[in-house]
């Protein structure tokens, strides 16, 4: 009997390793890794230094962060770029666009690397939509853009400051002015065909006070997407630059959501 007493002990915590084994490896082993590595996209006009306040504070917080400089004569030759970045991460990684960049991040979040979108005062179209297609119906206030017949557009230095970097030093937005890349009129009329945040999370900042993308095309933007949304008061389209604290604090929140 007592032999007896013994096996069916035996028996009974010998079943329950077996179902805690059964029900808790499984959940255990699927427990993603954190995201750790980041893309960061320019917009027109702008190249990819201007990501620097915010790269630093990545940096700082242990994130492997990759800035794309795309040449801007090209939607495909842009998209090309970011794909080159892409294909050298890691492992996952969170992709953020400013501005035009927001379409380029757009068609370039399909890609299997890429875990969630974060967009800064950026387009985000949808399939058969272009920027420029977006823009007419939520125009923006700037009118300083300048089409040569070369077919790269630029923004009027003398007018750059107010509309695409009213919230920094008046010496910054100068020299962001003399050193803008003009950029080939062709891009902000591409047409989405694929939008990644149809299928994948998305985070977006909407800078308030921006003259160069109308607040409220990013609102609807955000809203259409599902976004996880922050507005950011007196922001300009220089917002990246201008507010990295916030910039860095919400693709840390991408960076961290897409594994809760």
């Known amino acids: 009997m007592k032999n007896r007493s013994k096996s069916i002990i035996r028996l009974m915590v010998t079943g329950s390793i077996v179902f805690a084994a059964l029900f808790t490896s499984p959940v255990q082993a699927q427990q993603p890794a954190p995201v750790k590595n980041i893309v960061l996209v320019h917009g027109a006009f702008v190249d990819g230094s201007g990501w620097k306040p915010v790269y630093d504070i990545l ?8 800035v794309v400089q795309q040449p801007l004569t090209s939607f495909d030759a842009d998209l090309a770029a970011v794909k080159r970045t892409l294909d050298l991460q890691s492992g996952p990684c969170i992709l953020v ?35 420029a297609g977006n823009g007419k119906f939520f125009p923006p206030a700037y009118k300083s853009l300048q089409k040569p017949a070369n077919g790269f557009d630029y923004i009027d230095p003398a007018q750059f400051p107010a ?9 910054q937005a100068v020299f962001m002015a003399n050193a803008q890349m003009p950029t080939a ?16 999370p998305s985070w977006y900042m909407v800078a308030k006070a921006d003259r160069i993308i109308n607040p409220d095309l990013e609102r609807m933007y ?15 389209h220089s917002v990246f630059e201008s507010h990295p ?16």
Do not use: C, M
């Open 185 to 200: 009129d062709g891009v902000f009329h591409a047409v989405i065909q694929n939008p990644a945040w149809r299928t994948k």
């Open 163 to 171: 509309d695409f970097a009213g919230d920094l030093p008046i010496k």
């Open 222 to 236: 955000a809203k259409r997407a599902g976004s996880h949304t922050v507005e950011i008061e007196g922001a300009s």
């Open 245 to 260: 604290k916030e910039v860095a604090r919400l693709i840390i929140d991408a960076a961290t959501g897409v594994i809760k």
């Open 97 to 131: 666009g400013h501005s035009y960049g927001g379409g380029l991040i757009t068609e370039a979040g399909n890609d299997p690397h890429v875990v969630g979108l974060v967009y800064i005062a950026a387009h985000a179209p949808d399939k058969g939509e272009s920027e």
């Open 59 to 66: 940096v700082s917080k242990g994130y492997h962060v990759s």
